[in-house]
């Protein structure tokens, strides 16, 4: 099947904060977001799904976030059947980016920009003799997304920090963390990857300006 630049990039995007339901003749795939960070975000996947997919999706709020829900069944069989997306229950340590997406670059850098773009965070730290020290992270209960990841970045030349294992009151499973760091990671992944999502965006540029 062919994966185009958008299908790429919602894939991503429910790899990192979205869910697929299908279940007693129901078939849904949503997507969660921040209310304060994500609305313009939240405008630009709706139109990714408009098309990709040609339904109008609305973004409404509920249970203290943004979401959009798009109830087809065609949608939800393509994701399932055809890229071996898990759905359900346990979805969140089993999701893996599918092969026929990650081994190609200018496909699969769309959809880590999605994951990024949900899932991940831009921010500076203090460090010896630098004030403002870049990094990405990105957070994941997969720990064979987590090494996927990695290893799809590190060959196309990022320097990607050991992934490091965490435990976290939110979650009852370890999160597995990667992170980039430094402004030459933060440039480099501006130019290859880039972000769709304008809050992540401008904190990027904003710390290649410091």
């Known amino acids: 099947m062919e994966i185009s630049n958008e299908l790429a990039e919602l894939i991503g995007i429910i790899i990192g ?19 304060a960070n994500d609305k313009e975000y939240f405008e630009y996947i709706k139109k990714l799904i408009k098309k990709e997919w040609n339904k109008d999706a609305r973004i409404f709020v ?10 087809s069944k065609e ?8 890229l071996k997306l898990p759905y359900g229950e346990g979805k969140g340590e089993k999701v893996v980016i599918p092969e026929i997406i990650a081994q190609n670059w200018n496909i699969v850098r769309h959809t880590i920009r999605g994951i990024v773009d949900t899932d991940g965070s831009v921010f500076i730290s203090r460090k010896p003799r630098i004030e ?14 987590a090494i996927q990841l990695k290893k799809i970045l ?5 320097r990607v920090n050991k992934i490091r294992v965490v435990l976290s009151k939110n979650s009852i499973l370890p999160i597995n963390r990667i992170a980039l760091n430094g402004r030459v990671q933060l440039k480099k992944w501006k130019e290859e990857i880039g972000f769709s999502n304008p809050y992540k965006l401008e904190r990027a540029v904003s710390y290649l300006k410091d």
Do not use: A, H, M
Not at 62 to 71: A, D, H, S
Not at 75 to 82: F, G, K, R
Not at 154 to 158: N, T
């Open 17 to 35: 904060d979205g869910n697929i339901y299908r279940k007693n003749n129901k078939y849904r795939v949503g997507f969660t977001g921040n209310i």
């Open 132 to 145: 403002k020290y870049p990094s990405i992270e990105i957070t994941t209960t997969s720990q064979k997304l």
């Open 75 to 82: 949608v939800c069989n393509l994701l399932i059947n055809e």
């Open 154 to 158: 590190e060959v196309r030349g990022f």
């Open 62 to 71: 509920g249970g203290r976030g943004l979401r959009i829900v798009i109830n």
